[in-house]
């Protein structure tokens, strides 16, 4: 008896981590909790808002929620479970997939001009640690703090990004970073890029300190200097709408997944 509510229990904990509609299934099969149970804890009430987490997150990644300082402070076991488990996870392979599949269909020049930009934070490097210990984005961003974790060097890896980042090398598309972090702090990425299994970029472009503008403003100018310069934008990846609108947005854009903030 206690051996099969133990497996009850880990089965029911396995749907919990998975959140498929396949896990809950096979756990309605050997528990006897049904599925709806599974999924409570992951949609969360929302109340702020009268909307359940999972619309709420929708509507951020779709850029139909603009402006948002702070996700809603009911959400935060949600956007927990979302971040921690595989969700967030798989929601960034399919985005990978389809840029390999992207990648792998252009007909290269052959002759180095093609590039592909990458954001750094929340895309190549994630600062999920940091989040976790601060309310998942459910509380104000605060600068200090934010900028002590950075200056660690610490941010982890994103193995999606990653995968991407190492086929286009090997097809010949060279991966260019430009990031919103500043210039102050190239020698602390680098490390941190390094350290975590990064190499072969062609360029790490930071923004000047004191720059006054947009991200989008930012981060266009820089793509029309490459594009100035020769070079091909093919693709172009990001967490934020910032990072992937303005003109030259690249030759397509892929859009990761990040509910825990928001940069106009
Ligand atoms: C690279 O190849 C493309 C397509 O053939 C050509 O338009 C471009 O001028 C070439 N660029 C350089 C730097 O050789
Ligand atoms: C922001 O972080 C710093 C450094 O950890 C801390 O001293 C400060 O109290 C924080 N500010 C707020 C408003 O929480
Ligand atoms: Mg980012």
């Known amino acids: 008896m206690a051996a099969a ?19 809950a299934q096979k756990e309605e099969h050997v528990a006897t909790a049904p ?9 969360g009430s929302g109340s702020d808002l009268g909307v359940p987490c999972d619309s709420w997150r ?19 076991d949600y956007l927990g479970h979302y971040m921690l488990g595989e969700h967030y996870r798989r929601d960034s392979a399919v985005v990978v997939d389809e840029a390999i599949t992207y990648a792998e269909g252009l007909e290269l020049a052959g002759n180095g001009t093609e590039v592909w930009v990458f954001d750094i934070d929340e895309t190549s ?7 976790a210990k601060h309310g998942f984005g459910t509380k104000l961003y605060n600068a200090t ?16 990004t990653q995968r991407l980042f190492n086929k286009l090398i090997s097809l010949g598309i060279k991966p260019v970073f430009l990031t919103g972090r500043t210039e102050d702090k190239r020698a602390i990425t680098v490390a941190n890029l390094c350290h975590q ?7 790490l472009l930071l923004k000047p300190i004191g720059f006054k503008s947009t991200a989008i403003v930012y981060k266009s100018g820089e ?9 091909i934008i093919v693709g172009n990846i990001g967490d934020q709408w910032s990072d992937i ?10 859009k990761l997944p990040d509910p825990l903030y928001y940069i106009g």
């Not at 133990?6 to 896990?23: E, H, K, M, N, Q």
């Not at 490097?125 to 989040?131: E, F, I, K, R, T």
């Open 5 to 23: 509510a133990a497996t009850g229990r880990l089965v029911l904990f396995v749907a919990l981590v998975a959140g498929s509609a396949w896990a």
């Open 35 to 43: 599925a709806i149970h599974a999924l409570r804890p992951l949609l």
């Open 58 to 76: 929708l509507a951020v990644e779709a850029n139909n929620k603009r402006n948002w300082k702070t996700l809603p402070a009911s959400c935060e």
């Open 125 to 131: 490097l994630s600062n999920l640690p940091y989040y």
């Open 145 to 160: 703090s934010f900028n002590e974790y950075v200056l660690e060097g610490s941010a982890l890896v994103l193995p999606e």
């Open 197 to 203: 299994g990064y190499s072969g970029w062609m360029e």
């Open 223 to 231: 793509r029309q200097k490459l594009q100035d310069g020769g070079y």
């Open 245 to 254: 609108l303005g003109v030259p947005e690249g030759g397509r854009t892929f």
